[in-house]
């Protein structure tokens, strides 16, 4: 019984180390630094490519628009997509 308890402990640590708080960022504006501190499966050199894709390209209209970085398909849109602005949210109130 006590490995199943020691298993089942290091499998959710192992969860909880991959777990990332993620936010609502707008991927128009973002630095790199925020964009792979808050999107699930984004680090610095994705960051980086999605800065030069929008300086290149021009902003995004559409999450699925990240799609035009290499790296970045359906899944991680999907996997984020809650987290994922084009614009900043309205602040009416």
Avoid at 20 to 27: F, Q
């Amino acid at each position: 019984m006590h490995k199943i308890t020691s298993l089942l402990s290091g499998f959710a640590a192992l969860l909880g180390a991959f777990a990332v708080h993620a936010g609502p960022v707008n991927i128009n504006t973002a630095d790199a630094v925020t964009l792979a501190a808050e999107l699930n499966g984004v680090g610095p050199a994705l960051a980086n490519a999605i800065i030069e894709d929008r300086t290149k390209n021009g902003a995004y209209s559409t999450p699925e628009a990240l799609t035009r970085v290499p790296g970045i398909g359906m899944r991680l849109i999907e996997n984020n997509r809650s987290f994922i602005l084009v614009s900043e949210p309205s602040t009416q109130g």
